[in-house]
């Protein structure tokens, strides 16, 4: 009787565990020992590791090592298959699809069980969110398979994918790779995370039941190693991965200069701002499924708690309540509210964290609950009397571990949420629409969440800013990322014969005047008080620019911060400028005519009237290019806002120096992003006659800054540069590749094109690629109704 009363009272959950057996009779049924799948069949591994159950410690699978030779199989089966999954055409491609969304939908409960055991994670969180999203996610890409040919012309499949994947979402993080990847005419080269293969085992069985054809999908398990060779792999055309920063560094490095695609979905530290009208209780529960959904292991995860102060008392003390609710045991178990972490060394490496905090005078709490005897367990634990720069508020932990912080104003709120090296997401928390919009568009992250957190869904793209990596997984945004513009050129294999014209150095000619470099809107002296002498067709000597150096790199960079107003301004506001730009070029037509000519050789008419239809082109785009509403299921809209990517280096092309200047310049400037441009060498005096254009166009101080001389040197600069966030380099490989090394310090977005392009020639030299280069999807996700 006491016990009835006692139940009541308590309202305690009894166990009600999931029966695994079917999922070990699997595991039995290839005698505990996995291979590779590679063409359509299971090929042999020499070597395998032990793949480990968290919540027991216990042993699951052997699990084959990938070694060079079934990378360079697998590699190989995906390269013979391509063209005939291409010629397969867009229904059938839809339809494999299509049955590899129902074969999950089919073996849910097997893939979830799956899942929970090789991870950890809660079956509640596998059954009900991972596995419904990936049977999601391949329904929406069958979808795009089938209209991609009228969506998005003049586009093609990359070739061969080498896909990456961490161990956090096994299978989801496989379905956001394979699916857009096949649903644009790829063939896939997939290698999970080394914890965490089994889901993806068992989809490979799938997709012979989906009926996709052999060597479409192949799948490589193994180490980090593993993952090496296949993103060096020869024949790989593009590299996608997902995974920490540290190894997305990694990859950018061993893929620069080989004119390989390549997305990062890296990590991230993201904030979870509540204002003081937020509607408690639903925040409480926010800042639950923010941090300790998965054990606090999401790439996304709320672990910044930023409160405003006026209710922080209230709020903390609230949440260690309901803290103090959450059910922390067996992941098999429906009742779990947090499992097991994935491995033993992700257990230290929180505990470390947690020490570290400590160290630095930070308070640490967690509640009593006992944890299990075996298994990898960590206490929801929070972290307060912190400032922005202790660790635990800086470094991505990846567990159940949440640092405060509280915030006075608005303002302040921005400033801490921003005061980050990633920006992949955040939440915010109040019932004033208004103030969220406001804070959502001046966050630095690729997703926002409006009064709820973690949501996902295949039609709305994911990825990060800055640190975070670049490129969107999910919706058009997402399919972007395997399909490539066929007017992007590669860039050039030499610099052009046009680069090699005779410079002298210091000259001290009759020339008295030395073109300057523009920073901030001003003319100043180079840092290094030298100039270059720019010469004539015939080698003479014409004029002379400064020669830029690094401290004149630094300082545009700052100017073009100055100026970030820009991006803000309204895109009418934007075309005007552009617009005025155009005339006033058009006045000096005649000017820029002769010059051309007298560094050519040949008529300048043709490239000045083509710059000043430029300069109209990307006006008229200004306030075209817009974002979407997406309507995910549940009653929430998704606002998919294209933002300026920041401050942005342009290495203009060698050849048709102002055309290819306009080219870059213009796309850039009109959505929003402030630059810093090298011009053409051997045409850098046109350069220095076009601001004194851009000095009587209305263009705000600092929205283009100039520096003449050595281009591969300025644009090393540049790519070092931790405050530049893009850079174009319209030049030759060896120079490309140089960017592309460099720029791992932000891991900036670089975009490696043609300089040799016939920039005349509208349909390459201009369009909505630059656009879309020009610009990374914000998506602000917000619910609606009671
Ligand atoms: P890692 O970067 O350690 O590993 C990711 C994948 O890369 C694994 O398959 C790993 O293999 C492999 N790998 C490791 N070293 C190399 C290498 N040198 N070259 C090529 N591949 C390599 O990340 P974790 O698996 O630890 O995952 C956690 C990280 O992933 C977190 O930082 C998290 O934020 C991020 N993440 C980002 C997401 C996003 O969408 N932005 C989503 C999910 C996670 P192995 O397993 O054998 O080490």
Known sequence: MSRVRELFETMEYGPAPEDASLAKQWIESHDGIFGHWI???????????????????????????????????????ARNALKPWQELGSNGRARCL?????????????????????NGKPLRETRDVDVPLVARHFYHHAGWASVLDSEMPNTSAYGVIGQIIPWNFPLLMLAWKVAPALAAGNTVVLKPAEYTSL????????????GLPSGVFNLVTGAGETGRTLASHGDVDKVAFTGSTQVGREIRTLTAGTDKGLTLELGGKSPFLVFADADVDSAIEGVV???????????????????????????????????????????????????????????????SYIDGAKKEGASCWHTETPLPESGWYFHPTLVTDVFSAHTIMTEEVFGPVLAVMTFRTHKEAIEIANNTRYGLAASIWSENINLSLDVASKIKAGVIWINSTNEFDAASGFGGYRESGFGREGGREGLW??????????????????????????????????????IGGRQVRPDSGYSRGVAAYDGSLIGTVGEGNRKDIRNAVEAAHGASKWGSASAHHRAQVLYFLAENLEIRADEFSQRLEMITG?????????????????????????GTVHQPPLGRVVFAVPEPVGVMGLICPERDALLGLISLIAPAIALGNTVITIPSESGALVATDFYQILETSDIPAGVVNIITGARPNLASEIARHNDVDGLWCAGHRAMTAEIERLSVGNLK????????????????GQGTEFLRRATQFKNVWAPYGE
């Open 39 to 77: 063409d359509g069949q299971w090929s042999q591994a020499t070597q395998h590791f032990e793949s480990i159950n968290p919540a027991t410690e216990k042993k699951l699978a052997a699990i084959g090592q990938g070694l060079d030779a079934d990378v360079n199989a697998a590699v190989s089966a």
């Open 289 to 351: 499924d923010g941090i300790w959904f998965n054990q606090g292991q999401v790439c996304c995860a709320g672990s910044r708690l930023l409160v405003q102060e006026s209710i922080s008392d209230t709020f903390l003390s609230k949440l260690k309540q309901r803290m103090k609710t959450l059910r922390i045991g067996n992941p098999l178990d429906k009742t779990t509210d947090m499992g097991a972490i994935v491995s033993q060394s992700q257990l230290k490496n929180i505990q």
């Open 98 to 118: 299509y049955g590899l969304a129902r074969q999950v939908q089919k073996h849910a409960r097997m893939l979830a069980v799956l899942e929970t055991l090789d």
């Open 199 to 210: 889901s993806a085992l068992y989809f490979a069985e799938l997709t012979q039941n989906a």
């Open 749 to 764: 977005q670089t975009w490696a094109l043609s300089g040799d392009r016939n920039w005349l020639d509208a349909s390459v």
């Open 602 to 626: 040949t008529d300048g008419d043709l490239q000045v009237k083509e710059s000043i239809n430029r300069l109209f082109f990307y006006a008229g785009w200004c306030d075209k290019y817009e």
């Open 481 to 518: 990322a395997y399909r490539k513009s066929l007017s992007d050129l590669p860039p050039d294999d030499q610099p052009p014969a046009s680069a090699v014209a005779p410079v002298v150095a210091n000259p001290t000619s009759a020339l008295d005047k030395t073109s300057k470099l523009y």
